[in-house]
Structure formats: C-alpha cells, structure tokens
C-alpha cells in the first residue's frame, strides 16, 4: 500500500533500501543487536516510511524475521501506511483489554510482524518509562534469537519520547530529511544520542541519480 517501495523489486528505492538492510545487520550481528530504533530531529523526516521499508527488506531475508513496533504514541502512522485495520492494538495492551499475542499483525508478508498503535496515546512519554512497556520491550527482545525488532519512535526534539525509551534499544538509526534541518537541530539531536549507539544516518528524500535514494 504506501510507501511499500521494498516491495517492488523493480523500484529504485527496493535496492537503496537492501542496501541499507545489508548494513544494519551486519552492524547488529557483529554486536549481538537484536533491536533498533528509528528517530529523526523533527516530524515529516520520512522515519515511518524508512522504518516500514527497511522492515519490508529485512522480511526478504529467509533467515531472519521482524517486527516492527510503532511506538510513535503522539502520531501513530505505521498502521495506516500500511493500509493495516484491526480492532486491537498497543492501545488495548496498554489498558489491560488485550494480551501480546492479541495484538501481533501479519500484514501479509512472510517473516514480517507488526504491532500497531490505533490511537495517540496520552501522557505518552510517562506511557513509555511505565514497567509494563519495559517489559514489553524485553519480551520483544529475548523471545526469539533470529528477529530483529524496530521501534518507530517520536521525533527527537519535539517531545522527550524517545529519550525515555532508547536505554532499553541496542541501537539507533538516525533519518534526516535532505534539506529539512537547521543545522542546530542536527547538532541537538546528535548531542541526545550522545549516549546511544548510532547505527548511522540515513539522509531521506534526497534527488540522487541512477538508483540511489538516499
């Protein structure tokens, strides 16, 4: 549905997104990685459809699984590009109306898995330090060896979302939209993730000849 380019092999941004996919794994398996967290400094950076498509990709892979988390509590999205409705989400596991397995969506692509947030979630960044979500994010974890989960987080210098929940993350992945930031938002952003371990930078929506996307 939207902006499922890693699904269309004919699609110049499928090979810039597999290339980002080689890269971020063999980054995480040299240190044991098992999750991932996207953030950009500002919103409409294009995190959601990077954390979508790098998922998608990782999905190709026959040894691998994934899941991708949309812990974006303020503007959910990661459902609704993926043309996803279901009645229960994180929403529900959060008030105690439904379990884990309640909520886990199969958006029809083999090895790949969502957990989908419906709604903007109040009081989010206090929702997110709770033990009910550490927990959450420890089973996500440690459930199984082969799968790599992504959290799509809160832009970083709008609200302190993703501070709260980037101890609990292996690692970072930073996406900048080409021509979108000041250059202090850049540098404030990196100052925050100062103690986080950055997986790299992806410049988002730049014009790039031949099949580069990035």
Not at 20 to 37: G, H, P, S, Y
Not at 142 to 171: E, H
Request: glycine content about 4%; charged content about 25%; overall charge positive.
């Amino acid at each position: 549905m939207y902006k499922r380019q890693a699904l269309n092999k004919h699609d110049p941004a499928s090979w810039a997104f597999d290339s980002l996919r080689t890269q971020v794994l063999q980054k995480m398996e040299e240190n044991n990685w098992r999750t991932i967290a996207v953030v950009s400094p500002t919103p409409a950076s294009g995190k959601t459809v990077v954390s979508i498509n790098l998922a998608i990709s990782i999905s190709h892979k026959p040894n691998k699984t994934v899941m991708l988390v949309d812990f974006d509590f303020r503007k959910p999205r990661v459902a609704k590009y993926l043309g996803i409705k279901t009645k229960k989400s994180i929403n529900d596991y959060i008030s105690g109306e439904a379990e884990l397995k309640d909520i886990i969506v199969n958006p029809g692509i083999p090895r790949l898995t969502i957990l989908p947030t419906n709604f903007s979630v109040a009081r989010s960044a206090e929702m997110l330090s709770t033990t009910k979500i550490q927990e959450l994010v420890s089973e996500l974890k440690n459930r199984y060896n082969s799968r790599v989960v992504i959290f799509d987080l809160p832009p970083l210098l709008n609200a302190d979302d993703a501070m709260v929940l980037l101890p609990q993350v292996d690692c970072v992945l930073f996406v900048v939209g080409d021509g979108q930031h000041s250059q202090s938002e850049i540098v404030d952003s990196m100052r925050l993730l100062a103690k986080s371990n950055i997986l790299g930078v992806v410049l988002n929506r730049a014009e790039v000849e031949n099949r580069a996307y990035y």
